[in-house]
């Protein structure tokens, strides 16, 4: 598993050193200051100077956040914030880009620039806050919200099937894919470090809370008296466990997984199933786990190597430049033309 990068030279900065002059624009008690504190808390263990940090981000609440960072940043169209990111970071390769998307702005009308982001593995960190509704626009269903969610734009119900993100970016083909949870002040910066330190595209889903138009809508797991027994953190090389008192775990009985618990029945650890963070049909399966039947997985559920676009898009063009420069005057006056009757 990656881990997070080495210190900087220069001079030692804070996390006061990354948080901007811009006063923060979001609701009281919204879920995205957390992930604000946790990102500015992070970033200078990350050994990036900040000259070589940008933030990018589409429309929506979530959106608003390259202003809140002291570091460069686009604050860019609806949905259209990866491929701004594509493009500067295969122009710009040493730089550290952050794309802040939001559950409507990612999958909705940014939906096929996420799905080609992803599997075109462009070097980018993507960090979703995902709080199952609209909330700039106050309050419609978006592509997250549950199955007979009421909004405004749902009076009697959304009859839409809901997208699952991490799974999304799984059957994508992302070589990085995570999940945590706003107010998990321990577990977020985990994952932040880990995603910052992996080559190749990262994701990370964010359970944030939205107390306007969507309040309490993690709460049956994600709530501290819930956590323990109803949220699996799932690490590469450990066993599928969870509740107070670790007493509970995940097998698989044949290829189904099932909830069973230590002790009864025979049930040992060795009897639990051993993630793999390298196994994307593994990570799919596990993606799969939801309340009530199952705990709801957080942590990292794919990390592998492959080549990524910005770098294979470096040497092809080097490759080029390597056959000389070519003749414009001699490909203008060529006889390779054609006549338009």
């Known amino acids: 598993m990656t881990t997070s990068a080495p210190p900087v030279d220069g001079p030692q900065v804070t996390r006061k050193d990354f948080v901007s002059d811009q006063d923060v624009r979001w609701c009281p008690g919204c879920g995205d200051y957390s992930i604000l504190a946790q990102v500015q808390k992070t970033m200078p263990d990350l050994g990036i100077a900040r000259e070589k940090l940008v933030f990018v981000s589409g429309i929506g609440c979530s959106s608003r956040f390259p202003y809140y960072m002291n570091t460069y940043g686009f604050h860019s169209i609806h949905g259209r914030a990866m491929t701004l990111a594509t493009g ?3 122009h710009n390769p040493d730089l550290s880009v952050w794309v802040i998307t939001g559950d409507g702005d990612g999958l909705s009308i940014g939906g096929n620039h996420f799905l080609h982001t992803l599997r075109r593995n462009v070097d980018l960190n993507v960090i979703m806050f995902n709080n199952r509704i609209y909330g700039l626009t106050k309050g419609q269903y978006s592509p997250t919200s549950e199955m007979g969610k009421k909004t405004k734009s749902s ?8 997208i699952n993100p991490v799974r999304t970016a799984i059957a994508a083909e992302a070589t990085w894919v995570g999940r945590s949870i706003d107010v998990d ?4 910066p985990q994952m932040i470090s880990t995603m ?21 809508a993690f709460d049956h797991f994600t709530a501290k008296t819930e956590r323990s027994e109803r949220v699996i953190t799932i690490e590469h090389g450990q066993p599928l466990r969870f509740g107070a008192e670790g007493n509970k775990g995940i097998r698989l009985l044949g290829h189904k997984p099932e909830v069973v618990t230590i002790g009864e029945n025979g049930i040992t650890e060795k009897d639990l199933l051993v993630y793999d963070s390298s196994d994307p049909t593994l990570a799919y399966m596990v993606s799969q786990l939801d309340f009530p039947d199952f705990p709801v997985p957080v942590g990292v559920f794919v990390d592998i190597q492959r080549p990524t676009y910005d770098e294979l898009l470096s040497q ?10 070519p003749d ?5 006056t060529g006889s390779n ?3 338009v009757a």
Not at 185 to 188: C, E, F, I, R, S
């Open 337 to 339: 033309t054609w006549t």
């Open 155 to 162: 009076p009697l119900g959304t009859i839409e099937h809901p």
């Open 328 to 332: 414009l005057q001699g490909l203008l």
């Open 88 to 90: 500067l970071k295969s």
């Open 185 to 188: 002040t321990k577990h977020l």
């Open 316 to 325: 092809q063009v080097k490759d080029a430049r390597a056959k000389g420069v």
């Open 196 to 216: 910052a330190a992996h080559k190749g595209v990262s994701f990370l889903e964010v359970f944030q809370n939205c107390n306007i138009f969507n309040d309490k």
